[in-house]
């Protein structure tokens, strides 16, 4: 195949670049700065705004691709032009969105492709709710041959899958309480960026894949406490001290993260794939968490400039568990 990717040289966009290539395919990367991952040497690189359709018209000179995959559509504005412009030129459009559009709290688990689709206030979330109401107007009364992506929490080895991040490791390695949110109970689903990509490639080109939105998400479903365990584990770190304070009460000391504590972090979520398996038959994640906890573990020891905490964190988490 020829594939277009717009964007895509971020963490899942990367990975899913060197599966492309890995299988033979011709591949494009069009973004408008240098690409912040390493892209294959394979793929050829054009510069360009893919939100400016005139000018991404001019870089693409008339080229025809088997499938086109927009990694950077935030809003519907971003996408202006682009149903006309690749309409004729696209035997099938992948807009990237998100798991987040779903409902919380979700009205009936597991989530599945046709679960209520509402987020009134996380702007992130909106926005791609938007953007898919845009392309699926695009497709229903233009002929874009639009296939809806939805990954969920997606990571990799430069990824600490926890609001913390480092700071967490940090703590737990100094034998310091690490806060969570609720009571570490509810259900979540984490998904290897390359295990992401495996699942995605076989749905580029795939003609039972238009018209239709796929929830691409791992079956690897853990509580919050469970992620926090196994990230203690690969850090060498036998009894990590938990500390459990309510959503509300974390977001009076940190405000920023209201927003994702309220709206999506503190419920569970875990996924129907049927779909992704009648899709893409026979795929299975390859990597477990405590695989990839190991691997992220292994990145960040590998450069201590890499070990960056917060201190403003500390003292939040400090002012938490003074309460």
């Known amino acids: 195949m020829d594939v277009l990717f717009l964007g895509g040289a971020g963490m899942i966009g990367s ?84 798991c987040s559009v779903f409902a919380r709290p979700v009205p009936q688990l597991p989530v599945t492709e046709s679960s209520p689709r509402r987020q009134p206030v996380f702007g992130y979330a909106r926005d791609k709710i938007a953007c898919e109401e845009f392309l699926t107007g695009a497709y229903r009364a233009g002929g874009l041959p639009l296939t809806i992506v939805r990954p969920f ?19 737990m390695r100094a034998g310091r309480p690490v806060i969570v949110h609720g009571d570490g109970t509810s259900l979540w689903t984490l998904m290897h960026a390359s295990d992401f990509a495996r699942a995605l490639v076989p749905l580029l080109g795939n003609g039972h894949a238009i018209g239709e939105s796929v929830n691409v998400v791992s079956g690897d479903i853990l509580t919050w406490d469970q992620i926090h365990l196994t990230l203690a584990a690969a850090a060498g770190v036998a009894r990590p001290v938990l500390a459990h304070r309510s959503s509300e009460s974390i977001a009076v000391e940190w405000p920023s993260w209201a927003e994702v504590l309220e709206h999506d972090f503190r419920h569970s979520m ?33 450069d201590p400039a890499r070990q960056r905490a917060s201190a403003d964190l500390n003292a939040a988490f400090d002012r938490l568990l003074a309460q």
């Open 15 to 98: 990975a899913a670049a060197a599966e492309v290539v890995g299988q033979g395919h011709q591949l494009t990367i069009v973004t408008r700065g240098e690409p912040r991952r390493r892209i294959p040497p394979e793929a050829r690189q054009l510069r360009a705004d893919v939100h400016d359709v005139a000018g991404l018209r001019g870089v693409l000179a008339g080229g025809l691709y088997d499938a086109v995959v927009n990694w950077v559509g935030f809003t519907p504005a971003q996408l202006d032009g682009h149903p006309e412009l690749f309409a004729g030129r696209a035997g099938q459009y992948v807009f990237i969105s998100t």
């Open 153 to 171: 929490h997606t990571y990799d080895a430069t990824v600490v899958p926890v609001l913390a991040g480092w700071t967490a490791i940090e703590r």
């Open 270 to 302: 875990l996924f129907d794939t049927a779909k992704l398996a009648r899709l893409v038959p026979g795929f299975a994640p390859r990597v477990s968490f405590a695989a990839g906890a190991r691997g992220i573990i292994e990145y960040y020891d590998g």
